[in-house]
């Protein structure tokens, strides 16, 4: 992840679009004295500096880093458009890599950017220009961003809520996935990503909680707690139980009612 100072125009320098002249073309060996930021524009591109290998396929963009070694490891036929810059390091993030989500927009501010560069060379104007460029592709990956993790949100509410409706002892992770249309892997790699605890463990903690309040609250036997839990037996409820609070039911039940 690059961090980068936009809190005053970046120091661009110059710009242009690469169309590869055939299927043997390989990016030149070069040190990168400055940042480029690359917008594949068809084919794939193949770069690398002296730390990793990239693969940028058409509608994707890269921004490299300076660099004592840059060079192509692939000959493709591609086009790009490049833009080198300087910047110092800031709050504003971006990842190397990442699919450009609406390139409209920022053709529209390329388009500024070579007409300003044409007519008046590079300075003040065409700083602002590339600065603008790098605010909007941040804008919308962003916004992306953003829906994207809504969109987890709105499904761990809909399990928490799903859990909460439905009686503990029939609730495992497979049944929600199936009930909610999701893959149970990747329901439960969405709830481990929001909350920070497995979708399995959330159910544990749920039941635990219950298990608390019952032995608080009431006298119901550990066994009746044990089966409404859907566990098999006492000893396996107590051991999960104890596992999880550091007391067995029994204790738990007798530290509650003396305090």
Not at 92 to 108: D, G, R, W, Y
Not at 192 to 199: P, Q
Not at 237 to 250: C, E, R, W, Y
Request: hydrophobic share 35%; with cysteine.
């Amino acid at each position: 992840m690059l961090k980068l100072n936009l809190d005053t125009p970046v120091n661009f320098l110059w710009c242009g679009k690469f169309v590869a002249p055939s299927d043997s073309w390989v990016h030149m060996t070069r040190a990168l004295q400055e940042y480029e930021m690359m917008f594949v524009t068809n084919g794939t591109l193949y770069i690398a500096d002296e730390n990793q290998k990239y693969t940028v396929p058409c509608g994707e963009y890269l921004i490299m880093q300076p660099t004592i070694r840059q060079y192509g490891f692939h000959p493709s036929k591609c086009s790009f458009y490049w833009f080198h810059f300087l910047c110092g390091s800031g709050h504003m993030s971006f990842s190397e890599q990442e699919v450009i989500p609406h390139m409209e927009p920022l053709n529209f501010l390329i388009s500024q950017l070579q007409d300003c560069t044409r007519l008046y060379g590079t300075g003040q104007l065409s700083n602002y220009l590339f600065t603008s460029m790098l605010l909007e592709l941040n804008h919308q990956l962003s916004a992306k961003e953003h829906i994207v993790n809504s969109s987890k949100e709105q499904i761990c509410a809909k399990i928490k809520s799903y859990v909460e409706w439905n009686p503990l002892c029939n609730i495992q992770v497979s049944e929600i996935a199936k009930q909610l249309g999701y893959h149970e892997k990747y329901l439960s790699a969405v709830f481990k990503s929001v909350t920070g605890i497995s979708l399995k463990q959330y159910l544990i903690q749920k039941r635990m909680e219950y298990a608390k309040n019952e032995l608080a609250d009431s006298s119901i036997s550990i066994a009746q707690i044990s089966n409404t839990l859907g566990f098999s037996d006492s000893h396996n409820f107590s051991h999960a139980f104890k596992k999880s609070t550091g007391f067995s039911p029994t204790e738990y039940r007798q530290r509650v009612k003396k305090c």
